[in-house]
């Protein structure tokens, strides 16, 4: 955190209580545990090897009174993921795994990161990434491959914009999210298509929405493979152009640190897996 204050709002207790635990812990220890500068803190090289000799026992200790404070559902797999994954790739694809598996229960979180969520909060976690994470067990689900799409009105009232499967982008729709996915300037740039300088642009900060929006018409949107392949095959989207990037980013499937695999966790992590082989 670099910051006793934001330690304090995490805890919920004063930037005070938490300096004064610290000063006893460094006088028990007889060592400095961190160095304070220029307004922030550091942790010292003892600070530090303290730090990774003792984490796992902290997960251990925070997963186990988190147990005995959340009610067990033994049956029960508790996903978290962005909203926009949990809108257009899981929700879509529950009713099959239900049908299949009638005694597992699927309870989805919608939150934008991992911040904040202790290991006994969920059981199994849904993110994009452009490197691999290096907690949480990652596995990679499947890759990322962004193209165009539009509704078929749009496609085909703007037949100038892909003549000869090109693509002369107008009427953008962008994303605008704090995660670090693809966007219009980057993909345009990996095409060498030149940004257009018109403002006749759309911005929403929800991909469903961009989505919908595009299929309503209001212009072009990008899309991710898997995301949108429902749409595409039902015929509310159309990929005006075979232009698309592939990069080394990938979906990732993870689970908490230091808890151990239930079997209705393995089984759901599983299916999801053999869908995407």
Same mark, same amino acid.
């Given at each position: 955190?670099?910051?006793?204050?934001?330690?304090?709002?995490?805890?919920?207790?004063?930037?005070?209580?938490?300096?004064?635990?610290?000063?006893?812990?460094?006088?028990?220890?007889?060592? $400095?545990?961190?160095?304070?500068?220029?307004?922030?803190? @550091?942790?010292?090289?003892?600070?530090?090897? +303290?730090?990774? $000799?003792?984490?796992?026992?902290?997960?251990?200790?925070?997963?186990?009174? !988190?147990?005995?404070?959340?009610?067990?559902?033994?049956?029960?797999?508790?996903?978290?993921?962005?909203?926009?994954?949990?809108?257009?790739?899981?929700?879509?694809?529950? #009713?099959?795994?239900?049908?299949?598996? !009638?005694?597992?229960?699927?309870?989805?979180?919608?939150? !934008?990161?991992?911040?904040?969520?202790?290991?006994?909060?969920?059981?199994?976690?849904?993110?994009? $990434?452009?490197?691999?994470?290096?907690?949480?067990?990652?596995?990679? @689900?499947?890759?990322?491959?962004?193209?165009?799409?539009?509704? #078929?009105? +749009?496609?085909?009232?703007?037949?100038?914009?892909?003549?000869?499967?090109?693509?002369? #982008?107008?009427?953008?729709?962008?994303? !605008?999210?704090?995660?670090?996915?693809?966007? %219009?300037?980057?993909? @345009?740039?990996?095409?060498?298509?030149?940004?257009?300088?018109?403002?006749?642009?759309?911005?929403?900060?929800? +991909?469903?929405?961009?989505?919908?929006?595009?299929?309503?018409?209001?212009?072009?949107? @990008?899309? %991710?493979?898997?995301?949108?392949?429902?749409?595409?095959?039902?015929?509310?989207?159309?990929?005006?152009?075979?232009?698309?990037?592939?990069?080394?980013?990938?979906?990732?499937?993870?689970?908490?640190?230091?808890?151990?695999?239930?079997?209705?966790?393995?089984?759901?992590?599983? %299916?999801?897996?053999?869908?995407?082989?």
């Amino acid at each position: 955190m670099r910051s006793f204050t934001r330690a304090s709002k995490e805890l919920s207790v004063t930037q005070g209580a938490v300096s004064r635990q610290i000063r006893q812990l460094e006088d028990f220890l007889g060592r $400095s545990l961190f160095s304070r500068e220029n307004r922030q803190v @550091l942790l010292t090289d003892d600070g530090h090897n +303290y730090y990774v $000799s003792i984490a796992h026992l902290l997960a251990q200790l925070t997963a186990a009174t !988190e147990s005995l404070l959340v009610p067990e559902m033994p049956n029960q797999v508790t996903v978290v993921t962005s909203s926009a994954l949990a809108s257009m790739y899981l929700l879509p694809r529950i #009713p099959a795994f239900r049908k299949q598996f !009638e005694d597992i229960q699927i309870r989805i979180i919608a939150r !934008e990161n991992l911040t904040g969520l202790g290991p006994s909060e969920y059981d199994l976690a849904l993110y994009y $990434s452009r490197h691999q994470p290096e907690e949480n067990n990652p596995v990679a @689900l499947f890759g990322e491959q962004v193209f165009a799409v539009c509704s #078929p009105d +749009y496609f085909k009232n703007h037949p100038s914009q892909f003549e000869n499967n090109s693509f002369l #982008p107008d009427n953008l729709i962008w994303l !605008e999210i704090a995660e670090d996915w693809v966007n %219009w300037g980057e993909w @345009l740039e990996a095409m060498e298509i030149e940004q257009p300088r018109s403002a006749n642009h759309l911005v929403v900060s929800n +991909y469903s929405m961009v989505i919908q929006a595009a299929m309503d018409g209001q212009g072009v949107a @990008l899309a %991710w493979s898997q995301l949108v392949d429902r749409e595409i095959e039902h015929g509310t989207l159309v990929r005006p152009s075979a232009l698309a990037l592939e990069t080394s980013a990938r979906f990732y499937l993870m689970l908490p640190q230091n808890r151990p695999l239930r079997r209705p966790t393995e089984v759901f992590r599983n %299916w999801l897996l053999g869908q995407n082989q």
